[in-house]
Nanobody
Framework: QVQLVESGGGLVQVGGSLRLSCAAS??????????MYWYRQAPGKQRELVAH???????NYADSVKGRFTMSRDNVKNTVYLQMNSLKPEDTAVYSC?????????WGQGTQVTVSS
């Protein structure tokens, strides 16, 4: 089993920044090889893949966040980050991280991000 714990969410004004963290623990083979994902889900909307990272630097982003969000990982701390800049009201959602190890997918509990105008 792999446990994922997100942190860093909160209330921020339009144009502000937040950095989310997702710490992994448990039965991790080699953290640097585990694909990691950030998803978000706003009320009444489907869950959306925001960003993912494969390996150390191979990242991909949803069009809605390109140029504003940056995903990174620290393989010593078994942690991934999501740096969110120039936040907009439409970024308001519960953000969750996910890890894929072998055929298993693990999820964190999520952290709320609210962008106020």
């Amino acid at each position: 089993q792999v446990q994922l714990v997100e942190s860093g969410g909160g209330l921020v004004q339009v144009g502000g920044s937040l950095r989310l963290s997702c710490a992994a623990s448990g039965s991790i083979f080699i953290f640097s090889t585990i694909p990691m994902y950030w998803y978000r889900q706003a009320p009444g909307k489907q869950r959306e893949l925001v960003a993912h990272i494969i390996g150390t630097e191979n990242t991909n982003y949803a069009d809605s966040v390109k140029g504003r969000f940056t995903m990174s990982r620290d393989n010593v701390k078994n942690t991934v980050y999501l740096q969110m800049n120039s936040l907009k009201p439409e970024d308001t959602a519960v953000y969750s991280c996910s890890a894929q190890q072998g055929i298993a997918t693990y999820w964190g509990q999520g952290t709320q991000v609210t962008v106020s105008s």
